[in-house]
């Protein structure tokens, strides 16, 4: 490719990359609620089950907002977002969980985070979070 056509390519990734959101949850019937909701959005939704991919994933894709649930096996949502604030570029981090011990961690924890949400979700709030994160 010349080098006209790589800079579309690249434009046309960070275009892509802005409207783009990650759903992290190991529970897959709430990752699928949310990404069909966020979906139907017109919203461009990615995936992962666990703290550990998903930051491989967010690293690679730059996405604008992470969705991620506190509590997970392996790496929780806090200990996600304490390395995503290295990566050298903000998303907006929108943990959600539906244990109150977790939830006053997340929201005592100093992160920089955008929201931090109590489950079970309404997908209609949701919704206008994550829209509201976009702009």
């Known amino acids: 490719m010349n080098e006209m ?57 730059r996405p604008a907002v992470v969705i991620m649930d506190v509590r997970m096996p392996v790496l929780d949502g806090i200990a996600a977002a304490q390395v995503i604030s290295t990566f050298g570029y903000h998303p907006k981090i929108i943990l959600m969980t539906d244990d109150p011990d977790s939830l006053y961690r997340a929201n005592t924890s100093k992160l920089d985070v955008f929201a931090v949400i109590e489950k079970p979700i309404p997908l209609r709030t949701l919704s206008r979070f994550v829209l509201k994160a976009l702009e």
């Not at 056509?5 to 990734?13: C, G, N, T």
């Not at 990650?22 to 017109?42: H, K």
């Open 5 to 61: 056509a790589l800079r579309i390519v690249s434009d046309l990734e960070k275009a892509k990359a802005a409207r783009s959101v990650i759903v992290v949850d190991d529970d897959p019937l709430q990752r699928v609620q949310l990404i069909d909701c966020l979906s139907d959005l017109g919203i461009e939704v990615l995936e992962e089950e666990e703290g550990n991919s998903a930051l491989a994933t967010i690293k690679r894709v």
